[in-house]
T-cell receptor, first 114, second 112 residues
């Protein structure tokens, strides 16, 4: 595998389910990110981890819980989500944080909450 | 609060035509990046511009950074169907702790 991988690519879950999104980067980067992408809106930064430590949490509801066991892996644990949480969830990595700014993205997980 | 405005929001043109899309802010960028996102994929970095007035070329794509580092443009010459996608700009600002601020994107469709 090369670059940034994400699984699953598609996820449909009920409001009472618990699921997890997984991201792995094969670039040797030190920083990893979770973004939410909704149609016609800018990317919303959710969390940033740098050297496994959370450095940013942009007022994300507690029903989203990140986990970063090492610099290569990032998880987003989901529970009791709302329909408005349906979106494309993108994982990204960069060499360091906050600079350099160039980020490398995975293909995303398309999440639908029913 | 810094905001990036991208225009137009949507553009549909015929293959072979030229086009320009824009990214504007009221604040000065430390640097600005352009990404392209194809359906079902994540954004892919195209270029980073840093110096006011800078021009960078990537095959048929020409990126320009404004002299005052508050705006940028992307010009595509002789557009091809493979250029179809969502074009995103993202900038970092000195007074935002260099956190990237994203525009909402220009959705570009090139018809054969």
């Amino acid at each position: 595998e090369t670059g940034v991988t994400q699984t699953p690519r598609h996820l449909v879950m009920g409001m009472t389910n618990k699921k997890s999104l997984k991201c792995e980067q094969h670039l040797g980067h030190n920083a990893m990110y979770w973004y939410k992408q909704s149609a016609k809106k800018p990317l919303e930064l959710m969390f940033v981890y740098n050297f496994k430590e959370q450095t940013e949490n942009n007022s994300v509801p507690s029903r989203f819980s990140p986990e970063c066991p090492n610099s290569s892996h990032l998880f987003l644990h989901l529970h009791t989500l709302q329909p408005e949480d349906s979106a494309l969830y993108l994982c990204a990595s960069s060499q360091d944080y906050p600079a350099p700014p160039e980020q490398y993205f995975g293909p995303g997980t398309r999440l639908t909450v029913t | 609060t810094q905001l990036l405005e991208q225009s137009p929001q949507f553009l549909s043109i015929q293959e072979g035509e030229n086009l320009t899309v824009y990214c504007n802010s009221s604040s000065v960028f430390s640097s600005l990046q352009w990404y392209r996102q194809e359906p079902g994929e994540g954004p892919v970095l195209l270029v980073t511009v840093v110096t006011g007035g800078e021009v960078k070329k990537l095959k048929r794509l020409t990126f320009q950074f404004g002299d005052a580092r508050k705006d940028s443009s992307l010009h595509i010459t002789a557009a091809q169907p493979g250029d179809t996608g969502l074009y995103l700009c993202a900038g970092d600002f000195m007074d935002s702790n260099y956190q990237l601020i994203w525009g909402a994107g220009t959705k570009l469709i090139i018809k054969p």
